[in-house]
């Protein structure tokens, strides 16, 4: 009877084992994500790269944010995540120069969510300047060097490039994955948030596979 307990729990090990890699081997390119026509330059050529795209006004983004935050969170150290605003049109163009310029004056960090919560919660679409320095400013950033950041060439051209990287991985809404800027992730093709996380874990596996891979 013991042997037979035994063989039986080796025999759900090994089909618990078989269904994970059925899974793993389920996504499909072509299906559940897609190669790009041409490779992308990455930001963090040393480690493999998922860059996620988003927009502070895009509610899918929104409830995507805090998925996002839990996976990134348990990254290994040979994967670097990036965000990246997307940008399509004259709003979307200003909160990608509010990302940005967050980023250059070191509140980043403090103002994220915020940005998120203001367009999502509290329908404010964040375009007047008064209140966004005052935001910038409450956060800790020099009132002096507020929209001269926002304004800056330096963001104007992080802003232009992000909009060309955009157009280039044939994303046709957000949220959307580029790994190791070959492959694109998104919602619909995936068929859920977390689905696009599962394959952008399996795609990782399968660059750090690769000749010359991640160590």
Known sequence: MK?????????????????????????????????LAEPQAVEVPSKIEVKEYFWYGCGHCYHFEPLVKAWKAELPEDVAFVQTPAVWNRMMQLHAHLFYAAKDLGVFDALHDGFFHALQEERNPLTDPTEIVKRFKNAGAPEAEIMATIESPAVVEKVRAAAMAMQAAELQGVP?????GKYRIGAAEAGSQEAMLEIADFLIEQERAAPGGAE
Do not use: D, Q
């Open 3 to 35: 042997n037979r307990g035994l063989r039986g729990a080796l025999l759900a090990l090994l089909l618990a084992l078989g269904a994970g890699a059925w899974a793993a081997e389920g996504w499909e390119e072509g299906v559940h994500y897609f190669r």
């Open 176 to 180: 959307g994955l580029v790994v190791a």
